[in-house]
């Protein structure tokens, strides 16, 4: 199995990103998909998750409204659509399924 984050970088404030997470080794269309982060000195936490077919999501309170998660099945790819980013959206976001996870990319938000 393995999952490959990508597009991460460095942005300011108020701008945008979008990640791309790889997958295989697995049947992605099979597993609902995840996107994690993780500030420095805080625990991990879930951002998003899409079912299997992309047919429902769900947001963390804190990038409800700013984020877009979705998928591609014929890819075997998930994303993730930030938008309006603050300095608090700075993190390694994560790609997570079942208990797979990728080796994360570094999004930092900064003028």
């Known amino acids: 199995v393995r999952l490959v984050e990508s597009g991460g970088g460095l942005v300011q404030p108020g701008g945008s990103l979008r990640l791309s997470c790889a997958a295989s080794?697995?049947?992605?269309?099979?597993?609902?998909m995840r996107w994690y982060r993780q500030a420095p000195g805080k625990e991990r936490e879930l951002v998003a998750t899409?079912?299997?077919?992309?047919?429902?999501?769900n947001y963390a309170d804190s990038v409800k409204g700013r984020f877009t998660i979705s998928r591609d099945n014929a890819k075997n790819t998930v994303y993730l659509q930030m938008n309006s980013l603050k300095p608090e959206d700075t993190a390694v976001y994560y790609c997570?399924?079942?208990?797979?996870w990728g080796q994360g990319t570094l999004v930092t938000v900064s003028e």
């Open positions: 080794g697995f049947t992605f269309s099979s597993y609902g």
């Open positions: 997570n399924a079942w208990g797979w």
């Open positions: 899409v079912t299997t077919a992309g047919g429902s999501t």
